[in-house]
C-alpha cells in the first residue's frame, strides 16, 4: 500500500541520518516529500535530497506561486514524520507555533504524525521535553522512542534517533491501522447532558466529552465515517465527523433513535443525567427567600432502548462511570443493559476519568472476561478500546448497502 509520506527533517545533528529513512521508504514504494526547517539545512545535503525523493525540499512557508503551501501538504500527506525530532521543534508543536513550514503543516494537518526524538540524553529527559512530549501524545502523536547508544557528544545514552527500520515498522503499524475500518459507520455519543430547570439553569455532570471525542476521532482516522452526537462539551468536532449537537437526554434519545439504525457500531459514551426536571419553568425563576424543592423523574435508559433495537449485525458499547468497580456488578450492568461490550472506570479515582485527559478502564465483555485497558490518556485509550472491538467484535457482515468492511472481513486476532 504506497502512501505519500511528509518528511519533515528538524535541526538535530542527526539529520543527515533522515536521508536513510527517505530511501527505505522509497524502496517500500512511498512518495516521500521533504520539508525542513532552516536548522536542518546544516545537517544534510539538499541537493541529493531532491534527487533522490524526485521532489523539492520545502522550507519556506511562502513562495511566490500564489498556492497555500502549508494546506497544499497537509493535506496531501497521508501521515507525516518527524525524523530527526529536536527539543526546539517539539516544543513548537506542544506550543502550536506556526512560524515556519513544518510547523504549520502539523498543525494544518488531519493525517496521522509520527514523531522520532534525537537529542542528547540530558535534553530528552528535561522536564520540559518530558512534558511537552506528553502534550503531544495526549493529542493522538505517536513517538518513535530514541535508542541508547553513542550520542554526538561523545557520551553513551538514550537520544539516538531510532533507526531506520524501527521507523519503518512504526510506520507500517500506522498504515495498517489507517484504513481498517473504511466502510465501517460508528455512532459516537459524547459529553454531558443539561437538563433545563428554567431558561437560564440547569442539572448537569462533569463530563467534558474527552473520551468521546477521541474515540471519534480514531475512528474517522481508522477510515470509519462517523456521526458524533455530542452534548454540551467545550471542544472542537474532529475533522471529517458528521456533527449533531444536543443539550438534554431527551434530545439524546432522539438524536440516537434516528440515527442507530443506519450505523454498524455505536459508542454510547455520552454520560446521560439519570433525571431531569419534572416541569421545568417557562420564566426565570426569582429568588423569593424560600426552600426550593425540585420534582425529578427519570430520565430514559438511552443505551438498553438502544440494545432492545439492536440487530445482530450492529455492535454496541456501553460506559460506565462507578466509584467500585466490582467485577461481578460490572457483568450484571452489561447484560441489563444489553451492550456488547461494557467499558467502565473508576470516577473515585483522583485525576482520572471525567474531565481529565487521562483515564484507566476495565473491559467486560458478554462472556464474562474483565480485562484492564491500563491507564492512559484518552486518546490512547480510544486506540485501545477500537483494537478491543476488532479483536472481540464479533460483526458479521455488515449492512448490505455497502462494501462489506474491512474491519468485518478482518479475521479476529489473538
Ligand atoms: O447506568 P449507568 O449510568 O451506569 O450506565 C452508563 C451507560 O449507559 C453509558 O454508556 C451511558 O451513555 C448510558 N446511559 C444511557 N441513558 C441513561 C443513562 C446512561 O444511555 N439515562
Keep these: 500500500m504506497s502512501k505519500r509520506i511528509l518528511l519533515g527533517i528538524t535541526g538535530s545533528i542527526a539529520a543527515y541520518k533522515a536521508l536513510d529513512i527517505a530511501r527505505l521508504l522509497r524502496q517500500d514504494g512511498h512518495d516521500v516529500q521533504i520539508v525542513a526547517t532552516r536548522n536542518a539545512l546544516r545537517f544534510f545535503p539538499r541537493l541529493n535530497a531532491e534527487i533522490f525523493t524526485g521532489h523539492p525540499v520545502y522550507v519556506d512557508l511562502f513562495d511566490s506561486s500564489g498556492s497555500v503551501r502549508h494546506?497544499?501538504?497537509?493535506?496531501?500527506?497521508?501521515?507525516?514524520?518527524?525524523?530527526?525530532?529536536?527539543?526546539?521543534?517539539?516544543?513548537?508543536?506542544?506550543?502550536?507555533?506556526?512560524?515556519?513550514?513544518?510547523?504549520?503543516?502539523?498543525?494544518?494537518?488531519?493525517?496521522?504524525?509520527?514523531?522520532?526524538?534525537?537529542?542528547?540524553?540530558?535534553?530528552?529527559?528535561?522536564?520540559?521535553?518530558?512534558?511537552?512530549?506528553?502534550?503531544?501524545?495526549?493529542?493522538?502523536?505517536?513517538?518513535?522512542?530514541?535508542?541508547?547508544?553513542?550520542?554526538?557528544s561523545g557520551k553513551d545514552g538514550t537520544g539516538r534517533l531510532a533507526s531506520p527500520d524501527a521507523v519503518k515498522s512504526a510506520i507500517l503499524s500506522v498504515i495498517e491501522h489507517t484504513q481498517t475500518w473504511k466502510g465501517v459507520r460508528v455512532l459516537v455519543s459524547a459529553g454531558p447532558t443539561h437538563e433545563p430547570i428554567d431558561p437560564v439553569r440547569f442539572i448537569g455532570n462533569r463530563s467534558s466529552g474527552k473520551m468521546g471525542y477521541a474515540l471519534a476521532a480514531a475512528c474517522a482516522s481508522r477510515g470509519a465515517a462517523v456521526t458524533l452526537v455530542s452534548g454540551p462539551a467545550n471542544l472542537l468536532p474532529p475533522p471529517g465527523v458528521t456533527f449533531r449537537s444536543i443539550t438534554s437526554a431527551r434530545e439524546l434519545e432522539m438524536e440516537m433513535g434516528k440515527a442507530f439504525p443506519s450505523h454498524d457500531i455505536c459508542f454510547m459514551t455520552a454520560a446521560v443525567a439519570d433525571y431531569r426536571v419534572k416541569d421545568p419553568l417557562a420564566g426565570k425563576k426569582k429568588k423569593d427567600g424560600k426552600v426550593w424543592t425540585l420534582a425529578l423523574v427519570e430520565n430514559p435508559d438511552i443505551l438498553s432502548s438502544l440494545s432492545r433495537m439492536k440487530t445482530s449485525q450492529q455492535y454496541l458499547v456501553g460506559f460506565a462511570a462507578e466509584t467500585v468497580l466490582d467485577p461481578k456488578k460490572l457483568l450484571e450492568k452489561l447484560r441489563k443493559k444489553g451492550a456488547d461490550m461494557l467499558l467502565a472506570n473508576d470516577v473515585s479515582q483522583p485525576g482520572i476519568g471525567f474531565s481529565s485527559d487521562t483515564n484507566e478502564l476495565t473491559m467486560c465483555l458478554p462472556d464474562g472476561q474483565v480485562i484492564s485497558l491500563g491507564r492512559h490518556p484518552k486518546t490512547v485509550l480510544a486506540e485501545k478500546i477500537l483494537d478491543a472491538v476488532e479483536k472481540w467484535g464479533t460483526l458479521p457482515n455488515l449492512v448490505s448497502d455497502h462494501e462489506p468492511s474491512a474491519h468485518a472481513r478482518r479475521p479476529p486476532r489473538g
Design 71 to 152: 494546506v497544499e501538504l497537509a493535506s496531501h500527506s497521508d501521515l507525516i514524520l518527524i525524523a530527526p525530532a529536536s527539543a526546539d521543534f517539539l516544543s513548537k508543536m506542544a506550543l502550536g507555533l506556526a512560524d515556519d513550514l513544518l510547523s504549520a503543516i502539523c498543525l494544518s494537518t488531519n493525517s496521522p504524525i509520527l514523531v522520532a526524538p534525537a537529542m542528547e540524553e540530558n535534553m530528552y529527559f528535561h522536564p520540559a521535553v518530558r512534558e511537552n512530549m506528553k502534550t503531544l501524545l495526549s493529542r493522538g502523536i505517536r513517538e518513535i522512542p530514541p535508542e541508547t547508544g553513542p550520542l554526538a
